[in-house]
Nanobody, 116 residues
Framework: QVQLVESGGGLVQAGGSLRPSCAAS????????ANWYRQAPGKQRELVAV???????HYAESVKGRFTISRDNAKNTVYLQMDSLKPEDTAVYYC??????????WGQGTQVTVSS
């Protein structure tokens, strides 16, 4: 099984930045798409960003222009650079690996809190 571990969340003021990371226990991101989701209290889970095995990226409209997803296959790690943070970005952020063969893996989540 693949383990995903998120880190790098925290508490920041509006307008600040964070860069959570998602580290995999073995090399997978060359063969798996990687996604970041978030879920705020009382809201449904939201897909925030995607990076495909081919390197293409996609973003939710709510974060486009502020967030950047990237990966380092040699380090088995995916990153989410979050700039110009807003209070509405407050949520638990989860990384996800979407792989061939109906394989799907989730991290434990990292809390991001943005104060106004």
């Amino acid at each position: 099984q693949v383990q995903l571990v998120e880190s790098g969340g925290g508490l920041v003021q509006a307008g600040g930045s964070l860069r959570p990371s998602c580290a995999a226990s073995r090399s997978i991101f060359s063969i798996c798409n990687a996604n970041w989701y978030r879920q705020a209290p009382g809201k449904q889970r939201e897909l925030v960003a995607v990076i495909t095995t081919g390197g293409g990226t996609h973003y939710a409209e709510s974060v486009k222009g502020r967030f950047t997803i990237s990966r380092d296959n040699a380090k088995n790690t995916v990153y989410l650079q979050m700039d110009s943070l807003k209070p509405e970005d407050t949520a638990v952020y989860y990384c996800n690996a979407d792989c061939l063969g109906a394989r799907n893996y989730w991290g434990q989540g990292t809390q991001v809190t943005v104060s106004s």
